[in-house]
């Protein structure tokens, strides 16, 4: 499906669901054998199985949904309170884009603020233990912190 360009199957995951039920999976084989090599039976289970997987997949999404609601809902009360428009729009960000990477230029660059300004604000989630701090060759990088969601619902 991946060579044909379905790219959400990238997200998809149907090993967990195989190894739940292995024996349903021979039978699916079994069937086949049994019935001249008919593969109507390994497909149905196959198509079950991917049918499965999205539901699966879709759960996941609407959790993470939901717990991106609840973040932005939190900082929009104030939660923790003391952070500036800026900070809230790298924190909603952050916490969306998990993998994402914030420099002093690219927060000035995106909130149109000088350096030292942008500087201020990352150190200051760092300080607050929602952004970790890396090396990016000669410049200093932030990452959201493993934890950043249940950090800002306060869990």
Do not use: C
């Amino acid at each position: 499906m991946l060579n044909q360009d379905y790219w959400l199957t990238e997200f998809i995951s149907i090993s967990r669901i195989l190894k739940n039920a292995p024996a349903r999976y021979g039978r699916s084989f079994l069937h086949v054998e049994q019935d001249e090599n008919d593969l109507t039976y390994f497909v149905m289970y196959q198509l079950d199985v991917l049918r499965r997987a999205i539901q699966d997949l879709h759960a996941y999404l609407d959790r993470k949904a939901a717990e991106t609601r609840e973040v932005q809902a939190s900082l929009a009360r104030g939660h923790k309170g003391g952070f500036n428009a800026r900070q809230i729009a790298l924190l909603t960000h952050a916490t969306g884009h998990p993998a994402a990477e914030y420099t002093v230029a690219s927060h000035a660059a995106n909130h149109q603020v000088v350096l030292q300004t942008a500087r201020t604000d990352l150190r200051e989630l760092e300080h607050r233990g929602l952004l970790d701090k890396v090396r990016r060759g000669r410049a200093d990088a932030w990452v959201p912190a493993g934890d950043l969601a249940s950090r800002l619902r306060g869990d």
